[in-house]
């Protein structure tokens, strides 16, 4: 869930998306900016897990989703539509996999320090 509140706040924002990538490309204990939480983004996960797109479950001790098979079959349409959700289709193009747990942990950790 951190790493999906994370990308959340890079999707809302060229300058989110810029400090995301300045901690992604950061050394460790670097964190230029404190990411934001929107709450109308848990509503709408629990939307996505009341409509069977996805399920929780856990991943390194954190709380996580993991898309069904509906879900799945989703994405791939919408992915597919070149007009819809670009602007996020690009930033999580870029993002997404470089979000590893490290890079989660140095965003949420206590170990940060701002710049």
């Known amino acids: 869930m951190a790493k999906l509140h994370i990308l959340n706040d890079a999707i809302r924002g060229k300058r989110s998306a810029h400090l995301l990538e300045l901690v992604v490309n950061s050394k460790a204990g670097m964190m230029p900016w404190t990411f934001r939480i929107e709450p109308a983004f848990a509503r709408a996960v629990d939307f996505v897990v009341g409509d069977k797109l ?62």
């Open 54 to 115: 996805a399920d929780w479950t856990t991943s390194s001790n954190r709380s996580g989703l993991q898309l069904t098979a509906k879900g799945i079959a989703l994405f791939e349409k919408l992915k597919a539509e070149d007009d819809v959700l670009t602007a996020e289709k690009d930033v999580l193009a870029v993002y997404a996999k470089s979000m590893t747990e490290g890079a989660v942990s140095l965003v949420i950790g206590s170990k940060r320090r701002a710049m």
